[in-house]
C-alpha cells in the first residue's frame, strides 16, 4: 500500500480545516472498502480522514418528529441491533444486517455503502423505499437530498469536493405501512446482490386498498432504479396489483450481463423479487406495531 | 514516513507500538508485534482468517488499520487460553477435529468466541449465520459447527 498521512479529528471544523490544501484526501468510516481499495491501487490518497472519531458521525438516534437520524460512520451492527429500529424500521433491518458478514458489519456504515456508490448495494434500494434523505455537508453549509439524487454511476456520487455525507435521515413511516427489502445471490450469505428489490406500501384505512407503494430496484442498472408505481394507487392489495407491480419492476429494469447474472436473469428477478418484497411489505403493513 | 505512536490493551495487557498509518492491524499484530496467531488470509475482507475481537466487536483485522485502534481494547487468538488451559472452543476444536489445516482456525475460535460472550446458547442456524464471513476449505463446516456446540454445552457446565 502507498504510503499516506492518517488524521482523526473530533469535529466536522476540524475536518474542514485537513481540506482545500492541495492534498489528495480521502475520507474513511468503517474502513472495510476504503482500506482494500487502497492496497489495491484502486483509491489513492496523500491524506486519509477517519471519521468514526466525531460523535454526530457515529451515534444515531430517533428525533422527536420520529426520524431515524443515523451518522453516515455509525458501524451497521449496531443500528440493527438497535431494538427499536427493530421495531420501527425492520425494511432498514433486512438490508443493514445482509450487508458483508459479521466481521464487516461490526465496522462498515450506511455512509460508506452509500458513498462506495455499488449498484448493487443493498442500503439503497430500502433506503429509497423508507423515504430516506441524506444530509451533505461543507464548511460553506448544509445540504439534503432523497437518497435516490445521490448516485451518478457505478462509484460515483454526488459529492462535490470538499463536501461529504454526514446524516442518513429515515422519516417516521406512514400509519399502516411496511417496508421489505429482498436480494437474490447463489449463496447463502456474504455475497453482492445479482438483483433486489426495496418495496414500501400504504395501506388505506380499509386494510385492502394501496394508498402508495415505492419500489426501487439494486443491480439492474447503472445506478439504483426507482420504479415509477402511481398507477398502483387507489387498486386492491390483491395478487393480481402486485403481480403488474412485478411487471413495471421488469419493464424498468435495464441490467447487463456479468459474471454475477445474466440480463434475461436479472429482469425475471427483478420481477419476482419486487414481488415477494411486496407481499412482505404488505404483510408488515398489517402487522400492529 | 514517520511512525504514529498508538497505544491500546491487548489481551488484557497495555500495550503501544509504532506503525505507520498504511499499516493494518493484521500487518502490525503479526510483524510489528510477533502474533502470529492472527492469520492472513484473503488481505481483503472476505475469509475472516484475520478475525480479532475489537472493542468487544469481532471484526477483519485487514480491514482496520492499526492507527486505528488507539485508546481500545484488542483481543487476538493469542490471549484466547489461560495460560496452559485451554478455553473451551479450542478444547472442542481439538475433540472435534474441526480443523484440518489450520488456517482459518484461529479466525473461527475469536469468531465464535465474540458470539458465545453475547449468546452463550446460540442455536444452529445462529451458528451458521453468524460464522458465514469465516472461509473453510478444508472441513465443510460440519465439524466446526459441531464444536461450537459441545462449547456451548461446556461452558454452559462450567457456569452450572
Known amino acids: 500500500m502507498e504510503a499516506f498521512d492518517y488524521v482523526a479529528p473530533r469535529t466536522l471544523d476540524e475536518v474542514y480545516g485537513h481540506l482545500n490544501n492541495g492534498k489528495r484526501t480521502l475520507f474513511m468510516a468503517g474502513g472495510t472498502d476504503v482500506i482494500v481499495q487502497l492496497r489495491e491501487g484502486r483509491r489513492e490518497c496523500d491524506l486519509l480522514i477517519d471519521l468514526k472519531r466525531i460523535e454526530q458521525l457515529t451515534s444515531y438516534a430517533f428525533d422527536s418528529e420520529g426520524t431515524l437520524v443515523i451518522g453516515a460512520a455509525a458501524p451497521l451492527a449496531r443500528i440493527y441491533e438497535d431494538v427499536d429500529v427493530r421495531r420501527r424500521l425492520p425494511g432498514l433491518v433486512d438490508a443493514a444486517s445482509l450487508i458483508g458478514g459479521i466481521q464487516i458489519q461490526s465496522r462498515a456504515s450506511l455512509g460508506g455503502n452509500l458513498c462506495n456508490a455499488s449498484p448493487a448495494a443493498d442500503s439503497s434500494p430500502a433506503l429509497i423505499a423508507l423515504g430516506a434523505t441524506l444530509v451533505i455537508a461543507s464548511v460553506s453549509g448544509r445540504r439534503e437530498i432523497p437518497v435516490e439524487e445521490f448516485f451518478l454511476g457505478p462509484g460515483r456520487n454526488a459529492l462535490e469536493p470538499g463536501e461529504l455525507l454526514v446524516e442518513v435521515r429515515i422519516p417516521a413511516q406512514p400509519p399502516r405501512s411496511g417496508t421489505r427489502y429482498l436480494r437474490f445471490i447463489p449463496r447463502n450469505e456474504m455475497d453482492i446482490a445479482v438483483a433486489s428489490a426495496g418495496v414500501r406500501v400504504q395501506l388505506a384505512p380499509d386494510s385492502d386498498t394501496l394508498e402508495s407503494v415505492r419500489i426501487a430496484l439494486g443491480a439492474v442498472g447503472p445506478t439504483v432504479k426507482v420504479v415509477d408505481v402511481t398507477s398502483l394507487a387507489g387498486r386492491t392489495a390483491d395478487s393480481a396489483t402486485i403481480e403488474e407491480a412485478g411487471r413495471l419492476a421488469a419493464e424498468v429494469a435495464t441490467p447487463i450481463d456479468d459474471m454475477r447474472g445474466s440480463i434475461i436473469q436479472r429482469r425475471k428477478l427483478a420481477r419476482v423479487l419486487t414481488i415477494r418484497a411486496m407481499e412482505g411489505a404488505i404483510e408488515r403493513a398489517k402487522e400492529i406495531r | ?160
Open chain 2, 1 to 160: 514516513m514517520t511512525r504514529t505512536h498508538v497505544e491500546t490493551r491487548l489481551n488484557g495487557v497495555e500495550r503501544d507500538f509504532l506503525c505507520e498509518p498504511r499499516q493494518s492491524l493484521l500487518e502490525v499484530l503479526r510483524d510489528e508485534l510477533g502474533l502470529t496467531g492472527t492469520k492472513e488470509g484473503c488481505n481483503n475482507g472476505n475469509c475472516g482468517a484475520c478475525s480479532v475481537i475489537l472493542d468487544g466487536r469481532i471484526v477483519n483485522s485487514c480491514c482496520v488499520l492499526a492507527v486505528e485502534i488507539e485508546g481500545q481494547d484488542l483481543q487476538t487468538i493469542e490471549g484466547v487460553a489461560h495460560g496452559d488451559q485451554l478455553h473451551p472452543l479450542q478444547s472442542a476444536f481439538l475433540d472435534e477435529a474441526a480443523l484440518q489445516c489450520g488456517i482459518c482456525t484461529p479466525g473461527f475460535i475469536m469468531a465464535s468466541k465474540a458470539l458465545l460472550d453475547r449468546e452463550p446458547d446460540a442455536d444452529e442456524a445462529r451458528i451458521r449465520h453468524w460464522l458465514a464471513g469465516n472461509l473453510c476449505r478444508c472441513t465443510g463446516y460440519d465439524k466446526i459447527v459441531r464444536a461450537v456446540r459441545r462449547a456451548e454445552t461446556a461452558m454452559e457446565e462450567m457456569n452450572a
